[in-house]
């Protein structure tokens, strides 16, 4: 044999033994939760009967282009259950030895399927519910956040105020839970970033249909007899979650001003005409797979599936503590079509991120917005920093 060719058939035998090492079947699963709810006020924001598990399947795609030639098999579970059935679906998901969970479901849900999933080992995504508390007081060490807080929300969307110089805000937020929680975080946003709230109202939910032929009409008088006489203000911020008032508001106002929050320019993790920094090729590769736009929710799926593959793949693991570490260690960074590498937040399992600020057709801005500094990170401006995070399950 050629001497010189030694070297090389070394290492390829190298090679295919660390494949052969590594190779791992890596199955994950979505559990969403469907709840009953009222038709949204817009037919374009019908929900996809494939809602979350389009971005499965992208993520699967992504993290099988590296792993076969690892030797890597990734598979992805999808289960879409109504409330009740929430906690027989994850007994049969982890019942089949799967131990990497995605939720999209509410907070409550979210806490209770998450406890049940520590008693078996399992790690937890959280890829919908945006409650500050879960990323707070009521953490969990096997649970990690892709979907942005209120408060990272509120905060990208004050930011971006500020920076404008609109400084005097108008509040105006609906009268459901939700709601009332977003409101708190517009407050606080405020505070945080020196805006001042001028005027503070609440917009009451009375349960009248939003999708009927007159209920537009019937918004057109309303609203602004409930937004006259307000103090001088440069921007309303709308709060509502429910989606009941917030895209009216734009155009039926009593004294015109910019709509931002809830409705005008709103805050997004991802939406279907974002094409910087290389979206493009991810949104032409999302719409072949589905025949559709993006979605949040398919986004922030892809997002927990490609925190596993990168695991996977570059920390040899499919351990649950050992995604989990990985993701929390200053090793572990994702490229997330926003500019710059995501990192998770060691101290509460949230995944920082920038925040896209969408009017419903165009990316308008995007925070952190420049000036906004930070001794670690500009991400770290928006939600939760460390010393105000009450989560110990990280400690």
Partial sequence: MNLRLMPLLAALIWCVSAVAVWAVDVKAAVLRIDYPSLLPISRYDLMPEDLGFAGAALGDEDNGTTGSFLGHNFETVTVAVPPEAADEAMDRILDDGV??????????????????????????????APDTDLRDANCRENLLHIAPSRAMKA????????????????LLAGSNPGDVKLGDAYRRAAAKFGAKIVEDRIFEDTGGSRRTDSGHVLVQRQLPLDTQDARDHDVVMAADESDYFGRYLSYHLWSPRPVMGSGGLRPVT???AHEAWGATQYQ??????????????DYNVWLALRVIGEAVTRANTADPVGVRDYALSDEFELAAFKGQKVTFRDWNGQLRQPILLYDGSITVSVS???????QTSPLDTMGLDRAESNCQAFE
């Fill in 368 to 374: 952190p917005q420049d000036g906004f500094l930070h």
């Fill in 284 to 297: 032409t590769r999302f719409e072949e797979l589905t025949g559709r736009y993006v979605r949040p929710e």
């Fill in 270 to 272: 991802i939406h279907g």
């Fill in 155 to 170: 905060d990208a969307v004050a930011q971006f105020a500020v920076w404008k110089k609109w400084d005097e805000w108008f």
């Fill in 99 to 128: 131990q990497l969970i995605i939720l999209l479901a509410s907070a409550p849900d979210v806490l209770r399927l998450t406890d049940k999933a520590a008693e078996a080992g399992a790690l937890v995504f959280n890829a919908s």
